[in-house]
């Protein structure tokens, strides 16, 4: 039976099944030896240490010390992995009880977890540039989000969009550090050489006359020292403020 979740569209084209649409079990057969959470660990630990390249069905078969058909009994397709995998990390969000006081600087605390979520699992922004698909983690997730921006006289979608907002950022940015920790890894360049590299690029742009509001802006005041956390939060603080009118 179809899912209520994946009637046609207007083309008649159905939108796949998530993991979620699928019964873990069967009422049928020998009880599973395994469950999604285990066969999501395994997929993530595979990533962290080798890279998502190197997650594939008879990896994480092999890891689980399962043969690569008997994985597909419980994941049917590579994108339901993915997905399951998506949402293990998802779970490594911490959310108090009831509803912070402050709830300008809870969003930032949330994106701070999610930044620090995609620097122990760097392959995170590969992944989610698919379709998204709603597990347990990401829900909840998502109820809390909006548990916060009660009582703002925000409508769904604007508070939705704030969500989009906070949630990319925060990804795309730990990303980013993820990547500049790899290089220093991989190089032994410092943190202070790598911004030092990035400063002066922009210099030698302004000063080939080729970008006078890069060079009008460099040409100012220079701004306080900050560190990276600082940055973040700062940036993460005008999109809540510029979405509440702040």
């Known amino acids: 039976m179809m899912a209520a ?10 939108p796949p099944l998530s993991i979620w649409d699928i019964p873990e079990r069967g009422g ?7 469950s999604r959470a285990a066969i999501a660990a395994a997929a993530v630990a595979l990533a962290d240490a080798e890279g998502l390249d190197a997650v594939t069905m008879r990896r994480v078969a092999a890891a689980l010390g399962m043969g690569t058909m008997s994985l597909y009994n419980y994941v049917p397709a ?10 293990h990390v998802g779970g490594e969000y911490r959310y ?6 402050d709830a300008r600087e809870a969003i ?20 989610m540039h698919a379709p998204p698909t709603f ?11 909006l548990r ?11 508070k939705m969009e704030l969500l989009a907002m906070v949630n990319g950022f925060a990804i795309s940015y730990g990303g980013v550090q993820a990547a500049l920790a790899e290089q220093r890894a991989r190089t032994g360049v410092t943190a202070e050489q790598q911004a030092a590299a990035q400063v002066a690029a922009l210099v030698t742009a302004a000063a080939s006359g080729r970008y006078p509001d890069l060079a009008a802006a460099l040409a100012g005041p220079a701004p306080p020292s900050r560190d990276a956390d600082e940055v973040f939060c700062s940036a993460v603080g005008r999109l809540v403020d510029g979405v509440l009118g702040r």
């Open 28 to 34: 049928r057969g020998p009880r599973a030896q395994h």
């Open 78 to 87: 590579k994108e339901h992995l993915v997905q399951l995998m998506i949402d």
């Open 148 to 158: 916060l921006l009660g009582g703002t006289g925000l409508d769904t979608a604007a």
């Open 96 to 101: 108090p009880p009831g509803r912070p006081a």
């Open 108 to 127: 930032i605390d949330l994106a701070r977890q999610g930044r620090d979520i995609t620097g122990r699992h760097p392959w995170l922004p590969r992944v």
């Open 135 to 145: 597990g347990p983690s990401a829900l909840r997730y998502v109820d809390y989000f």
């Open 5 to 14: 979740a994946q009637q046609p569209g207007p083309g008649g084209g159905v």
